[in-house]
């Protein structure tokens, strides 16, 4: 692999700019920038044999990417049309450096490009693909929706868990955790109101889940889940909710197993 010239990295970054509006184009230089800074000397047959599931990749150090979406931040701000025919054309290689680049230009798009972002989450959600590119899609492409409106954020998954696709109401939760994720998010109380009609119902489907969620909410602020799950106890009249917090027990401190088992010896549900 070529040592990285920055100088020539941004030249090279310029000149994809120039057929912007040529999206077959544009991934073509794309691919020839890749193929330039990747690391040829790599065996990718010993690594897929390790995991026959992981993503293509050219092999280029991680600084590309993040050159290549901070010197287009601005063409998706100011061009979104453009852009997204950019980003259907990066998504559709299914390998990681154009996939990772199609989320981060989706979490560039302006506000008023929301709808085409949340299409594209939930279309490509639905698709069965590598779980690796979803955490991406999950987490790279909402980044403009959950920092400038995360309301708007939580009533779109808050309409995936109410649809009838299991698919979909999977991620209406999973889209949870890139706010909880996220250090400059300390916003629990709309992810909390989010939850707790959820976790009341607790669908078989989308118990596995709601355990990595509970997982995270512990170690962010155990006191305030532990709150949120025994106003849930006391109110709630689903026989298999007992079970469901049972087996959230070990996310918690000892302390604060004590607390949930004494809830719902105090709560029992008949």
Not at 57 to 80: C, Q
Not at 92 to 103: N, S, Y
Not at 148 to 157: C, D, M, N, R
Not at 200 to 216: F, G, K, S
Request: a negative charge; one cysteine or more; charged letters at 25%.
């Amino acid at each position: 692999m070529p040592a990285i010239e920055f100088s020539r990295l941004r030249t090279k970054i310029e000149l994809l700019g120039k057929v912007y509006n040529q999206p077959g184009q544009f991934l073509k230089d794309l691919q020839d920038l890749y193929f330039f800074y990747s690391d040829l000397t790599f065996q990718s047959g010993k690594s897929n044999a390790a995991n026959v599931n992981a993503l293509k990749t050219y092999r280029t150090p991680l600084i590309i990417n993040r050159e290549l979406e901070r010197l287009l931040r601005p063409r998706a701000l100011a061009e979104p049309e453009e852009t997204l025919k950019i980003i259907d054309e990066l998504w559709q290689t299914k390998m990681l450096e154009p996939c990772q680049l199609a989320a981060g230009l989706l979490g560039s798009l302006p506000m008023e490009s929301a709808d085409a972002v949340f299409e594209r989450i939930q279309s490509w959600s639905r698709t069965g693909e590598n779980s690796e590119l979803l955490d991406i899609l999950h987490t790279k492409s909402t980044e403009t929706v959950r920092r400038e409106s995360p309301a708007l954020w939580i009533k779109t998954l808050r309409s995936w868990v109410h649809a009838e696709d299991p698919t979909l109401q999977k991620f209406g939760v999973l889209g949870l955790i890139p706010m909880l994720n996220d250090p400059d998010n300390d916003n629990l109380p709309i992810i909390f109101d989010f939850l707790q009609p959820v976790i009341a119902e607790t669908d078989p489907r989308l118990v596995v889940t709601l355990m990595q969620i509970i997982e995270i909410l512990a170690q962010k602020s155990e006191s305030e889940t532990v709150y949120l799950l025994k106003q849930i106890i006391k109110e709630s009249t689903n026989p298999d909710l007992p079970r469901f917090i049972r087996r959230a027990l070990p996310s918690f401190s000892e302390g604060a197993q004590l607390s949930l088992k004494n809830c719902l010896k105090e709560n029992p549900i008949s």
